[in-house]
């Protein structure tokens, strides 16, 4: 019986035999519809924010940093390859690539960044505002926040520095409030 | 007596120690995976250790939450030189979706310096043994970063200093000088 | 030769005990679907535990010693041992004592280097570990003094080549009780009770790393090899003393067979928890000392 | 039908004048507002007539003036029926009953309340701090709206957490937060006389990430299933579908039926290799690595199989709000059939190699035993609630997505202990295969995959659902709010349930149980810690914790 | 100096300090240093006195002593000498120990202490001397009962020691009723019949009375020596609530004479008694007690908490290796030919070699136990731990006392249980019995080392005494360590001349008339031990090299040891030092060290039936602190 029992474990493993695939000396690529690492194609991207706004890692940013140049930041280190930014974009320049062989010991290797030349607006000389004037009107703008410094002042990371003052309205930073005022 | 054998030996025989500091499970699961039929780093001499004493490197998972971050440290501490960190998915690189939350201090590379970083969430567990692989130096790395430019523009004009080499251009063109807050 | 068979018994020892454990490994590892590491593995990971930090994590000398003695005294025992059916100088300053006592005082030095680490992991491992001596040591013991009452003699080499001398009922019935045991006796499982690394973490080698922890498992490495030798050389002694060199190639033979053995039991196998274990090693000192008395009696 | 008429006549009746309003929102819902002061009897009423209680959900209401605002649901599961008791306090004296007297397992609840939203409860036997680091300033709510999600006020060096002294004639062993048998961070402080356990302490949420006030301020609706879905990395899909049937519930939009038939088939893809995963975990907790392999093994098929179907092994990313983003059409319908074959074929040899190993049985049988009397004391659910006799799952209790249509049983078991969990759980992986070959087969043609929210989801709506879980059930609470987002989102994860027995699972036992005991329930710790900490107490020993800001034992360290 | 001088010169020595005690009683450091003084004189003296009677100038000292009407017969032959001489080292160290141990005691006790102490030594004196069954054994066992039940008494705090004292007390003179009344019984028994006398008269006796004779004796000085079940009643109580000085006395000496009587009984009056004593039946019933005591005496002391009690019933499982190791020997002697009756020799040997080495070994325990409770105040194992720093010196002291009495390869304890054990197993290679218990005797060794591995880890290695006891813990005065030293230093020239006092034993036994194996310990004789059939390499070779035998083992494993060293070292590798890891949360402190009640806590449960389960840790303060080990309806 419990012979028996032994046997056909030891069965198991020789009817499947050994399964190892030689993965990093043969490759191995991901089926199709993977969602690997997205790629922006620069040359249909219009700066609407979009993908940044609806990133859930927030990982997209956009900023003026001129009225004619947007740069888009993306860092695939935090992103968590939903695929979201590919459904919003308009343009359809957002692709999930099948690139998943990401490792690497340099985080800079993971940022793609893209230089958008922007129009200028014949009505008030600039393109869309994305300059915000405070963190109400941010909050908006969903999910738009990473670049804005006023909010990064109160990201803490456990730091010695955090005064009761902070939750208090400072000149730099305002208290959020009711919308409907 | 054989200094540069034992430093050969380590790259061939790396011993994991797992720790989780707040990961949903995705990447702790794939982690185990990788010890399993098809994946097997066990044939790169790499085996799931459960004491950090006996471990070589860190499998860090996890975004790092406010009451792990010293209970990590204090594991990285307890692994003997030289040791590996392997930061594995997008919570323990940089904190992922959550990176930012009351709770959450947001990657590992805020409580221990960190080696590689493997992305993905949860990364394959082909993409687990690219990184491992990486490390033992069995394959080349694939990624580099990415800079596109809708067309040729006078940026120079921008470039007062080497900000953007830093990239923290966008910051250090707002006026914001603080290190403590670089992203990188 | 007798001051060269001091060397020979110790390079034996040294250089095939990690290979062994690639052996199991490997095997385990086919066993589990998988590919599995190279079966020099165990040679590259003792070399990078010597390259390791050498974390203390209390202040007393008896952490520092243990790992010493545990590995010398499993050394000294090797040292001593007939192999290959060739005595060698130092053969002569032991008996079946000594050879006993040297291979608890390996168990003991592990459990006190467990002891000293203050680790509560540890302090069970250790407390398990010194209950599996407690009731497998009379196991080895009744298996070498089976030898030493058939031989009429308490020397090593005699009591050993005395166990297969008749093959009677003590003989079988020691074989069967021997390869019961011998699971618990390499420690794997179902019997790896006292290092259970799921819940104690290693139990005694939780605080040991590096250097120190290559020097146990070296240990335990050479402990295992020396079990199976034991049975080898014990049991299934049919090869009369003739060329020493083919005589040790057949030793080394039965060895791998019996990490074979070893190996496949291990892999479809759960752990035992240790009162489980020590049921079924009182069942063995039982049939043992059955044994014993059939040998007693010339059966 | 007519258990929710009679609910609610017995309720007007019974509590006349605190009786505020009802919402009969859907067949199997009833939201019922009480004053206040009524709370606890509207309770007792309710718990008289057979509830389970599920879950307490505390929000500060930021439109309508009625300022914060406290749930608690109970479940009729005989019924179909589930019970939403709404109060509110004023802002400034956020004081209300406690129903931890009658129902113990309010009072966890009740307690998160207090730390995230600063409630006070009168008559909570212990209300102290739950979620929250010790460290974490007074009067700091985070899941106020005042308190953005991203504060975090400093860490204080000193404080430190005072565990329980183990009883007398006892020490503790400490398991975790890192520790081989437990793959997530929690502590268990576990007494041991001897080998035997005899008692243990629980310290979590150290896997708590805010998500739910992330949800709140940060995301949007449709952004917010792919962070539900990362609450568990094995059991995401769960989370994201119970946070999009809340929220279509709760907006009134009924998703096309293909759509459920996908989320069905994901759902149970996912219970699959939950299970078998279980499987090799356990084979692994009690040193059987064979098992984990090959168990493993046969799951990592499931595994391309979703990567095929969804782009990714685990986070499939597949709900959205209104529907589901990718297609299973004839060709992966096909693949699927096929990969189910091949697994099916696998797992009935590996059931047949260890279902009678008596090696096996050793180590599993008898251990973590739990009658079905104390089962239903502490209200377990899912397979750790069917291995002792207890027949309770959502699927067939609360039909949700398109388990009306589908045929299946629900394996019930009663040998009460971790062999009877093992059981289940490979006994459900044949009937999952069943549901989704049956999804394949009666899945409608066409259809459209989601459907547009065309209009707004208005503010204020509250909805709940239930999914089963492969632990079990998890309940989700939504309640919408403005700019496109949830105000309050509340999960609470089957485990959370589970993990109160565990100390009473595991008494007596021996020290190496302890791994497959708490694995037997499965726990998935980061389910149950985002947003919550549990505590257990022994059952004979009181365990109270006293958190005091000042140097303690943890601290102290032997230098010698 | 002769025998006599010696004899009577520490007689004196005794009475001089009795009586300096007596008058100084107000002046306690007078007391204490003129008892120190009188006493280790006396010691010397008789040590002088046992050398010679060794040595044996000329004939056994044979006379009789007159007090008026009342006359005894003593012997001082070799025998007697071989325990006198062991009597002096332990009651010199005990002595010299006392005097600063006794720091702490207030002069009321301080002076009651010295009184009795002289006495007691006398008693000792008496008793290994005497050669009668009548009125000097009366008086001698008298002295000494008395004596040590007042030692006893002192040794704690009153509502603590008055029971086990008074059971100690009565179980002393149930005793010397056991051993007076068994003479009477022999036929034409007188009283004051030397020993040798009554052996002749046995010679005539009827077979009853000869079986009641050995019986009642065998009970009596069994239960001294601590034979199942008899030495549980009293001996852990005795020896745990002694101060730790008079228990090394206790342990070192008085159960050992016990064991003299029996050796005197069994190997010598036996002999008188000739064809009447039935060799075979008395060495089963000795085999068979012996090897019960000693398996269950040392499993119980596996369960202890308390280490004085730890010690105390592993003193019980020692003598039990002693008094197998006798039966063996008789039965070995009994079965026939000539190589066996040399192994019967070697077994006895072994017996008394064994019995100087647990005298030494065993106090040398209990001393290093004396430290512990001075420095720390507690007895109670859980609260040790990680001593090691504090106390050096005791710590080594304590480790290699354990390790001697685990009997591991190059100790003392492994000589005398390799002669005794492997003696056994050749001798008894025919017998099932002898075989049997030879295993048991092994398996029991495990034990031991169970018992020690515990003490010595858990006390001296492990962590936990910084927070566990308030005081200060520094090392002991150097007063309480010289003879701790001393004793360590014998012990280890037990363990590496074993040679020496192989010769010693032989010496000893050739000079004792009337010895059942007489005449296989000439000189001779010793060398054909090297006959074939034996394998104990102690006796090959000549001269130095003989000795060595357990130095070879020693030189193996520390060259061993520095290779292993250079292997650690070879490359490189820094040592750091980092906290204990502890899974990341708690860090070390007094709830989650591993203690001595988890140790073992599953084999405790097998073997409940070997008694003592119930632990119960009583320190002085009054303080209640233990658990129930493990009985069967523990769960």
């Given at each position: 019986?419990w ?7 030891l069965a198991?493993s020789?009817?499947a ?12 690529p991901?089926?199709?519809g ?9 040359t249909?991207?219009?700066g ?5 706004n609806h990133?859930p890692?927030?990982t997209i940013?956009l900023?003026?940093?001129?009225q ?6 993306y860092?695939?280190?935090?992103c968590?390859?939903?695929?979201r930014?590919?459904d919003l974009?308009p343009?359809?320049a957002?692709?999930?690539s099948?690139?998943f062989?990401?490792?690497?010991d340099n ?16 009505r008030?000389?600039r393109c869309?505002d994305l300059?915000i ?9 969903l999910?738009?926040r990473?670049?804005?410094?006023e909010?990064r ?6 730091t010695?520095?955090?005064?009761p ?11 959020p409030?009711?919308l409907?005022? | ?7 050969r030996?380590f790259r ?17 699961i794939?982690?185990l995976?990788v ?7 066990e044939?790169?001499?790499?085996r ?22 010293p209970l990590v440290?204090?594991a990285?501490?307890?692994i ?5 960190v392997?930061a594995?998915g997008s919570?323990?690189i ?7 939350t009351?709770?959450?201090t947001?990657g590992g590379?805020?409580a ?6 493997i992305?993905g969430?949860p990364?394959?567990p082909?993409?687990i ?7 033992l ?7 580099a970063?990415v800079e596109?430019k809708q ?8 470039r007062q200093?080497k ?14 000088e603080d ?6 | 030769?007798?001051?060269?068979a ?12 990690p290979?062994l454990?690639?052996?199991?490994r ?9 590919q599995g590491?190279?079966l ?11 390259g390791?930090?050498n974390i ?9 010693l ?5 590995f010398?005294s ?11 059916g060739?005595?060698n ?17 390996s ?8 002891l000293?680490?203050g680790?509560?992991?540890a302090?069970v ?8 001596i407690?009731?497998l040591?009379?196991v080895?013991?009744?298996t ?11 020397t090593?080499s005699s009591a050993?080549s ?14 069967v009780?021997?390869l019961?045991?011998?699971q ?6 179902p ?26 498992r070296?240990t ?10 034991l049975?080898?050389v014990?049991f ?7 060329n020493?060199?083919?005589k040790?190639l057949l ?9 074979v053995?070893?190996?496949v039991?291990?892999?479809t196998h759960p752990r035992f928890?240790?009162?489980q274990?020590?049921?079924y090693?009182?069942?063995?000192v039982?049939l ?11 059966w | 039908m ?10 007007k009746?019974?509590l006349?004048d605190?009786?505020i309003?009802?919402e ?12 206040n002061?009524?709370?606890?009897k509207?309770?007792?009423i ?5 509830a ?7 929000y500060?209401?930021?439109k ?15 019924d179909?029926?589930i019970v939403?008791?709404r109060?509110?306090a ?7 009953d406690?129903?931890t007297?009658?129902i113990?397992?309010?009072g ?6 207090i730390?995230?939203?600063g ?7 212990g209300?102290k701090?739950?979620v929250?680091s010790?460290?974490?300033?007074e009067g700091?709510?985070p ?9 975090m ?6 404080v430190v ?8 004639g006892t020490s503790?062993?400490?398991f975790?937060p ?9 502590h268990?402080?576990?007494y041991?006389d001897?080998e ?5 302490e629980?310290r979590?949420?150290m ?10 301020t ?12 990362r609450?568990?990395g ?15 519930a709760?907006?009134g939009?009924?998703i ?8 069905v ?8 290799h939950?299970?078998?995963l ?7 907790l009690i040193?059987f690595?064979t098992v984990?392999?090959?168990?493993w ?9 979703a990567?095929r179907?969804?782009?990714n ?8 709000v ?6 299973i ?19 009935l040899?590996?059931?047949k ?10 180590r599993?049988r ?10 239903l ?17 959502a699927?067939k ?5 398109a388990?009306?249509?589908?045929e ?8 009460g202990d971790v ?5 289940v759980?490979?006994?459900e992986?044949y009937?999952a295969i069943?549901?989704i070959?049956q999804c394949?087969?009666k ?6 995959l989601?459907i547009?929210?065309d209009?707004?989801?208005p503010?204020?709506?509250q ?8 632990r ?10 403005e700019?496109n987002k949830?105000?309050?989102w509340?999960?609470r994860a089957p ?12 008494m007596n036992?021996?020290?190496a149980?302890?791994?497959i005991?708490v694995?037997s ?8 810690d985002?947003?919550?900490?549990i ?16 140097t303690?034992?943890r601290?102290?360290r032997?230098?010698? | 100096m002769?025998?006599?001088a ?7 020595s005794?009475?001089?300090?009795l009586?300096t005690?007596?008058?100084?009683g107000r002046?306690?450091?007078?007391v204490r240093?003129?008892?120190?003084l ?6 010397i003296?008789?040590?002088l006195?046992a050398i010679?009677?060794?040595t ?8 009789e002593?007159n ?5 005894f017969?003593i ?19 005990s ?5 600063a ?5 207030e002069?009321?006790?301080?002076q009651?202490?010295?009184l009795a102490l002289?006495?007691?030594i006398a ?12 009125l ?11 004596s ?7 040794g ?8 086990p004292?008074r059971?100690y ?10 051993i007076i009344?068994s ?12 020993l040798?006398?009554?052996?002749e ?5 009827g077979?009853i009375?000869?079986l009641?004779?050995?019986s009642?004796l ?5 239960l ?7 030495g ?5 109580g ?5 101060s730790?000085p008079v228990s090394?006395?206790l ?5 050992k004479?016990?064991?003299?009587g029996?050796?005197?009984?069994f190997?010598f009056?036996?002999?008188e008694a000739?064809?009447n ?23 119980q ?6 280490y004085l ?5 592993s003193?019980i499982g020692?003598?039990?290796?002693i008094?197998f190791?006798?039966?063996s020997?008789?039965?070995a002697w009994?079965?026939?030919s000539?190589a066996i009756?040399?192994?019967a ?6 017996a008394?070699?064994h019995s100087l ?9 209990f001393?290093v ?7 720390t ?5 859980n609260r040790?731990g ?9 710590g080594i ?8 009495i685990?009997?591991m390869?190059a100790s ?15 001798a008894g290679?025919n017998?099932?019995?002898l ?5 048991v005797?092994l398996?029991?060794?495990?034990f ?6 515990k003490?010595?880890g858990l ?10 006891i308030?005081?200060?813990i ?8 010289i ?10 020239s037990?363990?590496?001349m ?8 032989s010496?000893s036994?050739n ?9 296989m310990?000439?000189?001779h ?5 090297k ?12 001269n130095?090299?003989?000795a060595t035998g ?7 494993i ?9 292997f650690r070292q070879s490359?490189g ?6 906290p204990?890891?502890l ?11 591993y203690?001595d ?16 389960n119930k632990v119960?840790v009583?320190?002085?303060e009054g ?6 080990a493990?009985?069967k309806?523990d769960?």
């Amino acid at each position: 019986m419990w012979l028996w029992n032994k046997l056909k474990q030891l069965a198991i493993s020789l009817r499947a035999g050994v399964v190892t695939l030689h993965y990093p000396f043969e490759p191995r690529p991901a089926p199709a519809g993977f969602r690997g690492q997205p790629v922006w194609d620069h040359t249909k991207c219009i700066g609407c924010a979009g993908c940044a706004n609806h990133c859930p890692a927030r990982t997209i940013f956009l900023r003026d940093i001129c009225q004619e140049v947007r740069i888009l930041l993306y860092d695939s280190a935090r992103c968590t390859y939903c695929g979201r930014c590919v459904d919003l974009c308009p343009e359809k320049a957002i692709t999930m690539s099948d690139k998943f062989e990401l490792a690497t010991d340099n985080r800079q290797d993971l940022t793609q960044a893209i230089e958008l030349f922007m129009m200028t607006c014949q009505r008030c000389g600039r393109c869309y505002d994305l300059e915000i004037k405070n963190y109400i009107d941010r909050l908006t703008l969903l999910g738009y926040r990473y670049d804005s410094l006023e909010v990064r002042k109160v990201i803490k990371k456990s730091t010695s520095e955090f005064q009761p003052e902070m939750l208090e309205k400072t000149a730099t930073y305002q208290r959020p409030e009711r919308l409907e005022k | 007596m054989w200094e540069k054998l034992v430093k050969r030996a380590f790259r061939r025989s790396i011993w994991v120690y797992h720790c989780n500091s707040g990961a949903c499970n995705g990447c702790d699961i794939e982690i185990l995976n990788v010890l399993t039929p098809y994946y097997d780093v066990e044939r790169f001499g790499i085996r799931l250790v459960s004491s950090p004493r006996h471990a070589d490197a860190m499998l860090l998972s996890g975004a790092v939450t406010r009451p792990t971050l010293p209970l990590v440290k204090k594991a990285y501490q307890a692994i003997p030189a030289p040791k590996l960190v392997f930061a594995i998915g997008s919570c323990a690189i940089g904190g992922g979706c959550w990176y930012d939350t009351y709770n959450v201090t947001g990657g590992g590379d805020k409580a221990i310096p960190v080696n590689y970083f493997i992305p993905g969430c949860p990364p394959r567990p082909e993409a687990i043994i690219y990184g491992i692989a990486l490390a033992l130096g069995l394959v080349d790395k694939k990624v580099a970063p990415v800079e596109l430019k809708q067309m040729e523009f006078p940026v120079d004009m921008y470039r007062q200093t080497k900000l953007w080499e830093q990239r923290n251009v966008i910051y250090k063109l707002l006026g914001e000088e603080d290190d403590r807050y670089n992203l990188y | 030769m007798k001051v060269a068979a001091i060397f020979i018994n110790l390079a034996y020892f040294l250089l095939l005990a990690p290979f062994l454990e690639g052996v199991m490994r490997k095997l385990t590892a086919r066993i589990q679907s998988r590919q599995g590491p190279p079966l020099y593995q165990p040679y590259l990971d003792l070399l990078k535990l010597l390259g390791k930090e050498n974390i203390v994590s209390s202040k007393n000398w008896a952490f520092r010693l243990a790992p010493l003695l545990a590995f010398s005294s499993m050394l000294a025992v090797v040292l001593l041992v007939p192999l290959a059916g060739a005595e060698n100088l130092l053969s002569h300053s032991s008996d079946l004592m000594t050879l006993i006592y040297l291979l608890t005082l390996s168990g003991f030095s592990i459990l006190v280097g467990a002891l000293a680490s203050g680790n509560p992991f540890a302090g069970v491992g250790a407390s398990r570990e010194m209950m599996t001596i407690i009731m497998l040591e009379p196991v080895l013991a009744m298996t070498l003094i089976l030898g030493a009452v058939k031989s009429e003699s308490f020397t090593i080499s005699s009591a050993l080549s005395g166990i297969g001398r008749n093959h009677g009922f003590s003989y079988f019935l020691m074989l069967v009780v021997y390869l019961l045991a011998l699971q618990a006796f390499v420690s794997r499982q179902p019997f790896d009770i006292p290092e259970a690394e799921v819940e104690i973490l290693e139990g005694p080698y939780v605080e040991y790393s590096g250097p120190n922890y290559a020097l146990f498992r070296y240990t335990l490495n050479i402990k295992r090899m020396f079990y199976a030798w034991l049975f080898v050389v014990s049991f299934l002694n049919f090869v009369p003393s003739g060329n020493f060199w083919l005589k040790l190639l057949l030793e080394t033979a039965g060895i791998l067979i019996l990490f074979v053995l070893i190996s496949v039991i291990g892999a479809t196998h759960p752990r035992f928890r240790i009162d489980q274990a020590i049921k079924y090693y009182t069942l063995l000192v039982v049939l043992s000392l059955i044994a014993i008395g059939l040998g007693v009696k010339g059966w | 039908m007519a258990k929710k008429e009679e609910l609610r006549e017995l309720l007007k009746a019974e509590l006349k004048d605190d009786f505020i309003g009802e919402e009969l929102a859907g067949e199997r819902r009833l939201f019922v507002d009480v004053h206040n002061r009524a709370l606890v009897k509207t309770a007792e009423i309710l718990m008289k007539q057979g509830a389970r209680y599920q879950v307490g959900v505390g929000y500060e209401s930021r439109k309508g003036g009625r300022g914060l605002a406290l749930v608690h649901t109970f479940a009729f599961d005989n019924d179909a029926l589930i019970v939403i008791v709404r109060t509110f306090a004023p802002e400034d004296n956020p004081e209300f009953d406690s129903l931890t007297p009658i129902i113990p397992g309010a009072g966890w609840s009740e307690r998160e309340c207090i730390d995230l939203l600063g409630f006070r409860f009168k008559n909570h036997p212990g209300p102290k701090r739950l979620v929250l680091s010790d460290d974490w300033p007074e009067g700091i709510y985070p899941l106020r709206h005042d308190v953005p999600h991203d504060l975090m006020p400093p860490a204080t060096r000193d404080v430190v957490f005072r565990l329980e002294q183990p009883p007398p004639g006892t020490s503790i062993v400490p398991f975790g937060p890192f520790h081989s048998s437990l793959h997530e961070p929690a502590h268990f402080s576990v007494y041991v006389d001897g080998e035997n356990i005899k008692g243990c302490e629980y310290r979590g949420f150290m896997t708590h990430r805010g998500i739910e006030k992330l949800a709140q301020t940060e995301l949007t609706y449709n952004d917010v299933p792919f962070v539900a879905e990362r609450i568990c990395g094995i059991c995401g899909s769960v989370h994201s579908v119970n946070y999009a049937q809340a929220v279509e519930a709760a907006a009134g939009i009924k998703i096309s039926r293909r759509a459920e038939f996908i989320r069905v088939v994901m759902l149970e893809l996912e219970r699959l290799h939950s299970h078998l995963l279980w499987l090799g975990v356990a084979g692994h907790l009690i040193g059987f690595d064979t098992v984990f392999m090959q168990a493993w093994r046969i799951r990592e098929r499931i595994m391309w199989l979703a990567e095929r179907l969804t782009g990714n092994r685990k986070t499939y990313g597949m709900v959205i709000v209104g529907g589901v983003r990718r297609d299973i059409n004839k060709e992966k319908a096909e693949d699927i059939k096929q990969v189910l074959k091949e697994v099916e074929r696998e797992m009935l040899s590996l059931e047949k190699a260890i279902i009678n190993d008596k090696t096996i049985h050793k180590r599993t049988r008898g251990v973590g035993y739990l009658s079905k009397e104390d089962a239903l004391k502490w209200n377990l659910i899912g397979p750790v609630a069917r291995a002792r006799g207890i027949a309770i799952d959502a699927r067939k209790d609360h039909p949700y997505a398109a388990y009306d249509e589908l045929e299946f049983e629900v394996p019930v078991v009663d040998y009460g202990d971790v062999w009877g969990t093992l059981v289940v759980r490979v006994k459900e992986v044949y009937e999952a295969i069943n549901i989704i070959r049956q999804c394949l087969n009666k899945m409608p043609a066409d259809g459209p995959l989601a459907i547009d929210l065309d209009a707004p989801i208005p503010s204020g709506r509250q909805a709940l659902s239930v999914v089963e879980a492969p632990r079990g059930e998890a309940v989700h609470y939504v309640l919408t709010g403005e700019e496109n987002k949830p105000e309050r989102w509340r999960v609470r994860a089957p485990t959370y349930a589970n993990l109160q027995a565990v100390p009473e699972m595991l008494m007596n036992n021996k020290l190496a149980d302890f791994p497959i005991i708490v694995g037997s329930i499965d726990p998935c710790i980061s389910c149950t810690d985002r947003v919550v900490v549990i505590e257990i107490g022994l059952q004979k020993i009181k365990v109270m914790r006293k958190e005091e800001l000042e140097t303690i034992s943890r601290k102290m360290r032997f230098e010698g | 100096m002769s025998v006599l001088a010696g004899f009577y010169l520490s007689l004196l020595s005794l009475s001089l300090s009795l009586i300096t005690a007596l008058i100084f009683g107000r002046k306690p450091e007078v007391v204490r240093v003129a008892g120190t003084l009188f006493i280790s004189l006396s010691c010397i003296f008789l040590a002088l006195g046992a050398i010679s009677a060794i040595t044996g100038e000329g004939h056994p000292a044979e006379f009789e002593v007159n007090l008026g009407i009342f006359h005894f017969p003593i012997l001082i032959d070799g025998l007697s000498g071989l325990f006198l001489l062991l009597l002096s080292i332990l009651g010199l160290t005990s002595v010299i120990y006392s005097s600063a141990f006794t720091k702490k005691n207030e002069p009321g006790r301080l002076q009651k202490y010295y009184l009795a102490l002289p006495v007691f030594i006398a008693g000792l004196i008496g008793l290994l001397t005497v050669d009668d069954l009548g009125l000097g054994f009366t008086l001698s066992w008298q002295l000494m009962a008395i004596s040590s039940y007042f030692l006893v008494r002192m040794g704690r705090p009153d509502k603590i020691s008055v029971r086990p004292a008074r059971v100690y007390l009565l179980f002393m003179e149930a005793d010397w009723l056991m051993i007076i009344s068994s003479a009477f019984l022999t036929k034409n028994y007188q009283f004051g019949d030397s020993l040798a006398v009554i052996g002749e008269k046995l010679a005539h006796s009827g077979r009853i009375e000869i079986l009641i004779f050995f019986s009642l004796l065998l009970a009596g000085f069994g239960l001294k020596a601590g034979l199942f079940p008899l030495g549980q009643f009293w001996i852990p109580g005795a020896y745990s609530t002694a101060s730790p000085p008079v228990s090394a006395l206790l342990a070192g000496i008085l159960e050992k004479t016990g064991v003299f009587g029996l050796i005197r009984i069994f190997f010598f009056v036996a002999k008188e008694a000739g064809a009447n004593f039935n060799p075979d039946l008395w060495g089963k019933v000795l085999v068979i007690s012996g090897t019960l005591t000693l398996f269950i005496g040392t499993v119980q002391a596996m369960k202890q908490s308390d280490y004085l009690r730890l010690l105390g019933y592993s003193s019980i499982g020692q003598v039990g290796y002693i008094i197998f190791a006798l039966g063996s020997s008789l039965l070995a002697w009994n079965s026939g030919s000539q190589a066996i009756r040399h192994l019967a020799a070697v077994i006895f040997l072994g017996a008394l070699y064994h019995s100087l080495n647990h005298g030494i070994f065993k106090s040398l325990l209990f001393l290093v136990g004396g430290s512990l409770l001075y420095s720390t105040g507690t007895r109670d194992l859980n609260r040790l731990g990680g001593l090691l720093a504090a106390m050096p010196v005791t710590g080594i002291l304590a480790a290699l006392s354990s390790y001697s009495i685990a009997g591991m390869p190059a100790s003392s304890g492994f000589v005398s249980k390799w002669l005794m054990i492997s003696g056994n197993f050749l001798a008894g290679r025919n017998s099932l019995l002898l075989t049997f218990s030879g295993i048991v005797a092994l398996f029991t060794a495990a034990f031991t080392l169970a018992c020690y591995v515990k003490f010595f880890g858990l006390a001296f290695t492990s962590v936990g005494a910084q927070w566990k006891i308030k005081k200060e813990i520094k090392e002991v005065p150097t007063l309480m360590l010289i003879p701790k030293i001393l004793l360590m230093l014998i012990c280890l020239s037990q363990a590496f001349m074993p040679l020496v006092y192989v010769n010693l034993l032989s010496k000893s036994l050739n000079h004792s008339e009337d010895f059942l194996f007489s005449g296989m310990f000439t000189g001779h004789n010793l060398t054909n031990f090297k006959a074939e059939v034996l394998s104990l390499k102690i006796f090959d070779g000549r001269n130095l090299l003989a000795a060595t035998g357990p130095l070879i083992i020693l030189l193996i494993i520390v060259v061993l040891i520095f290779l292993a060293r250079w292997f650690r070292q070879s490359a490189g590798s820094a040592e750091v030092t980092v906290p204990v890891w502890l899974c990341g949360y708690q860090d070390l402190n007094q709830d989650n060290i591993y203690v001595d009640r988890n140790m073992f806590s599953d084999l405790k449960k097998i073997f409940w039936w070997t008694g003592g389960n119930k632990v119960i840790v009583v320190d002085d303060e009054g303080e209640l602190a233990g658990c129930n080990a493990g009985t069967k309806k523990d769960e």
